[in-house]
């Protein structure tokens, strides 16, 4: 992409967000979620069950398409940085990438008339495609938070309207996906699935507008943001960014239990619960869920912390997840219930990381003097899709390997899909506590933040 000529024109740094502007920012991943909520709740199921390839070559395409994020994620991240244009370094791809992204999120859910071959042929092209699309406008999208304010409180603030913008996207998909389906394919998923999908890209466009048109960078350009982004070095500094190192840890082992939990739960409520009709309703609640803890976290991790309340609460949910397993056969309400508190507790957790992960911007800029907001944000990005989609390959693997097959199941592939689900909670967010005993940036972010307005202001 080209490096446009650089718009000197910098915002008051004293400015303090609007609520205009908070909500708007959240716009933005409620934007996303349209696509990627479809991609991490129905596509393991749309591949298998509708389109009619097998789950063993859905894991494959899984596990393939996202090592080139390895490459993708930081290659996009230095274009960001080196990237200034009169829209600012991030906000350029809200404006010009949001049509391509819902044209591309279409296209995924088509199911043309190939052979087997020519079926996992397409799959591979348009999740291929819709995986670079994403990273080219979610990546910019995540940077922009740490060009917005410098404050952590803030900071918090905008990580629990991201939450909560992230928990109503995956809500309206989990909700409404299946009924929209249904009335637009008149009872054919092959015609329902697309036509729904388009009509969540058309809204996710006019949502990325938004965003584009009432978010303001602060924290860029002031800084000689551009094309002077050595990329050697700035690798180099990125790597030795002790919390960024953490916080990118966490956020794989975050998103891999989101992937296991969104890929196996349609499977455990159908075949485990036998309750297909209430998938709607544990989709839902898995996402408001995260509305709720995006909600109460500033309020929380104003008293506790970003990393001690992550800690804290997580911890709190592991016993939660074990008691569900004793609940498996009693009360739907009471399962439900336990099912909600805990994935709560950890949607706290996921507004605290978006918020850690912009402090450890503000770092790197302290001890390395570069603020590489797209690079370091590549980190998050591909640990979003690279979790959901290992975790939804490890589902793929598990239940090939285990003999599912949707019109015959056995003992064998029950057994799988409720070792998946609860294994997969519980371990993933055991490994998130252990990760984020290392992160120490709380303690001394305030003192940083200083310094660094000593310095600008020198």
Same mark, same amino acid.
């Given at each position: 992409m080209a490096i446009l000529k650089a718009d000197t024109s910098v915002e008051l740094q004293s400015d303090k967000l609007g609520t205009k502007e908070k909500v708007s920012y959240g716009l933005g991943d409620l934007a996303s979620n349209f696509v990627w909520g479809m991609t991490s709740a129905y596509l393991l199921f749309f591949y298998t069950d509708i389109f009619g390839i097998s789950a063993a070559a859905v894991g494959t395409l899984f596990l393939i398409t996202r090592i080139w994020?390895?490459?993708?994620?930081?290659?996009?991240?230095?274009?960001?940085?080196?990237?200034?244009?009169?829209?600012?370094?991030?906000?350029?791809?809200?404006?010009?990438?949001?049509i391509p992204?819902?044209?591309? #999120?279409?296209?995924?859910?088509?199911?043309?008339?190939? #052979?087997?071959?020519?079926?996992?042929?397409?799959?591979?092209?348009?999740?291929?495609?819709?995986?670079?699309?994403?990273t080219a406008i979610n990546l910019p999208y995540g940077a922009l938070m740490s060009t917005?304010? $410098?404050?952590?409180?803030e900071k918090s603030q905008l990580g629990s309207f991201r939450m909560m913008g992230l928990a109503v996207g995956t809500i309206i998909v989990s909700a409404l996906t299946m009924p929209l389906v249904e009335f637009f394919g008149n009872g054919n998923l092959q015609v329902g699935f697309p036509i729904t999908m388009a009509v969540y890209s058309i809204v996710g466009v006019?949502?990325?507008?938004?965003?584009?048109?009432?978010?303001?960078? $602060?924290? #860029?350009?002031?800084?000689?943001?551009?094309?002077n982004v050595k990329v050697g070095k700035s690798f180099s500094n990125m790597l030795k960014n002790q919390p960024w190192v953490v916080i990118s840890i966490n956020s794989i082992v975050q998103f891999l $239990?989101?992937?296991?939990?969104?890929?196996?739960?349609?499977?455990?409520?159908?075949?485990v619960l036998e309750q297909p009709a209430l998938v709607p309703l544990y989709l839902t609640l898995a996402s408001v869920a995260n509305f709720a803890g995006g909600a109460i976290a500033p309020w929380a991790l104003k008293r506790l912390g970003n990393r001690n309340g992550s800690i804290i609460l997580l911890s709190a949910s592991v016993p939660l997840f074990v008691l569900l397993i004793f609940l498996e056969d009693g009360s739907t309400?009471?399962?439900?219930?336990?099912?909600?508190?805990?994935?709560?507790?950890?949607?706290?957790?996921?507004?605290?990381?978006?918020?850690?992960?912009?402090?450890?911007i503000d770092y790197q800029e302290w001890k390395f003097g570069q603020r590489t907001e797209g690079l370091l944000y590549s980190g998050y990005s591909f640990a979003t899709k690279f979790g959901i989609a290992i975790g939804s390959a490890l589902v793929a693997y598990a239940l090939g390997w285990a003999g599912y097959n949707p019109d015959a199941i056995t003992e064998s592939a029950? #057994?799988?899909?409720?070792?998946?689900?609860f294994a997969g909670l519980i371990a993933f967010t055991i490994l998130q506590v252990i990760t984020l005993a290392f992160?120490?940036?709380?303690?001394?972010?305030?003192?940083?933040?200083?310094?660094?307005?000593? $310095?600008n202001h020198s």
């Open positions: 994020d390895a490459i993708n994620d930081p290659m996009m991240g230095v274009i960001v940085d080196k990237t200034k244009s009169r829209h600012g370094k991030t906000r350029p791809y809200l404006l010009y990438l949001s992204f819902g044209i591309l #999120s279409v296209l995924t859910f088509i199911t043309p008339d190939f #052979s087997d071959t020519g079926k996992l042929v397409y799959a591979y092209i348009t999740y291929f495609l819709l995986g670079m699309i994403y917005m304010t $410098r404050d952590s409180n006019i949502l990325f507008f938004i965003t584009f048109k009432n978010c303001k960078e $602060r924290y #860029s350009d002031h800084l000689g943001a551009g094309s $239990r989101i992937g296991v939990l969104f890929g196996v739960l349609i499977y455990y409520v159908t075949y309400i009471l399962f439900a219930t336990v099912f909600f508190i805990a994935l709560t507790l950890i949607g706290i957790n996921g507004a605290a990381n978006f918020a850690m992960l912009a402090d450890t029950l #057994s799988m899909i409720r070792f998946l689900l992160y120490k940036l709380d303690q001394n972010h305030a003192e940083i933040i200083k310094e660094l307005e000593m $310095r």
